[in-house]
């Protein structure tokens, strides 16, 4: 069955960069959720998109915007990173309107030096 | 507010004991859902259970077996016959029905290590 892909997987950028995660979702899935993981942390909720439109927003910083695009793929966009945006980030999917639980990609560990 | 406490921040045990994680949550719906995710050291999140706050049934799947007890809000998670291959961080987590999404709230997870 297909599952949440993310991209990529690993990701090395230096101080006061850009970076850009990609997430797919299941298909058919109608909802996305980006989460920050911080070494020796829980994951922490940033923000998620319900049928494209944001539905709610967690402690994401103002430096970090996300979007939804008509085939439901998301992006998460980070400008002027920071050594402290080092973590691991996932993105889930489900589909709310039927109360399914959210599937996890694998993650994209980004990494700043 | 929610929260999610899992007070044990790490546990040891030798293959073969039987151990339990503890999971102590807070919230003020009525309606809710719990969860069990496993974080292995490669670092995906794998779902293990949801409940529902309606479904105060104990589960069984495998080695695995999970205790939700709504009078002490509490979700605890056992492992019997722990093996090598149960080593990681596990989470419990908690999510909201009468929230705008079904977003996750985790706890700050127990790492469990098992010696062969």
């Known amino acids: ?113 | 507010a929610q929260k999610v406490t899992q007070a044990q921040t790490e546990i040891s045990v030798v293959e073969k004991e039987d151990v339990t994680l503890d999971c102590v949550y807070e919230t003020r719906d009525t309606t809710y859902y719990l969860f069990w995710y496993k974080q292995p050291p490669s670092g995906e999140l794998v779902f293990l259970i949801r409940r529902n706050s309606f479904d105060e049934q104990n589960e069984i799947s495998g080695r695995y077996s999970w205790n939700f007890q709504k009078s002490t809000s509490s979700f605890n998670f056992t492992i019997t016959a722990s093996q090598v291959v149960d080593s990681a961080v596990y989470f419990c987590a908690l999510s909201e029905a009468g929230d705008d999404t079904d977003k996750l709230i985790f706890g700050t997870g127990t790492r469990l290590q098992v010696f062969p």
């Open chain 1, 1 to 113: 069955a297909a599952g949440v892909i993310q991209s990529p997987r690993h990701l090395i950028k230096e101080k006061r960069e850009t970076a850009t995660l990609k997430c797919y979702p299941i298909p058919r899935h109608d909802t996305v959720y980006w989460y920050q993981q911080g070494p020796g942390q829980d994951p922490q909720f940033l923000i998620s998109f319900y049928e494209k439109m944001q539905s709610d927003k967690g402690s994401i910083p103002d430096r970090f915007s996300a979007q939804q695009f008509s085939d439901y793929h998301s992006e998460l966009n980070m400008s002027s990173l920071e050594l402290g945006d080092s973590a691991l980030y996932f993105c889930a999917s489900s589909l709310v309107t039927v109360n399914t639980e959210a599937f996890f990609g694998q993650g994209t560990r980004l990494t700043v030096v």
